[in-house]
């Protein structure tokens, strides 16, 4: 193996690595959400932020022997690549479950606000014209 291709590997087993603490992140706040739990959604939200900036600092592309198999055809590759992609995917359809839960929830806080404001008044004490004065007495 030629030191080029163990680094590529090397590289590719990082990318990949990396994509999937990213997908298993987003399953964790999903998870977090559905348990109300802000604290561990707040942490696995830097998470995914932190590894994002790694993702789209990093120089990764798929290698030319894959790009190049449309055109010429099925050709000699590792299986590195394919995995990549399948990571990316499952992300992907992680994501739209997350985006989609998201949405839910701020609908949901939306009309919980609404409700509050429109019925909340009747749960506050009638304000007199006149302040009541409150003395704290305590007998010994």
Not at 19 to 24: D, K, N, P
Not at 67 to 81: H, I, K, N, W, Y
Request: charged share 25%; with cysteine.
């Amino acid at each position: 193996m030629l030191k080029s291709d163990a680094s590529g590997t090397q590289e590719h087993l990082e990318h990949l690595a990396q994509v999937r603490a990213l997908a298993q992140s987003v399953a964790d706040s999903i998870s977090a959400i559905e348990q109300n739990d802000l604290k561990r959604f707040e942490i696995h939200l830097a998470t995914q932020e932190r590894l994002c900036n790694r993702l789209t600092g990093s120089k990764w592309i798929l290698p030319s022997t894959a790009r190049d198999e449309a055109v010429d055809g099925p050709a000699l590759r590792t299986s590195m690549p394919e995995e990549i992609r399948s990571a990316y995917i499952a992300l992907g359809r992680l994501n739209r479950t997350y985006a989609a839960l998201l949405r839910r929830v701020r609908k949901s806080a939306e009309t919980i606000i609404a409700l509050y404001r429109s019925h909340g008044e009747g749960y506050l004490p009638e304000p007199s014209g006149m302040r009541q004065r409150h003395t704290w007495s305590c007998e010994v």
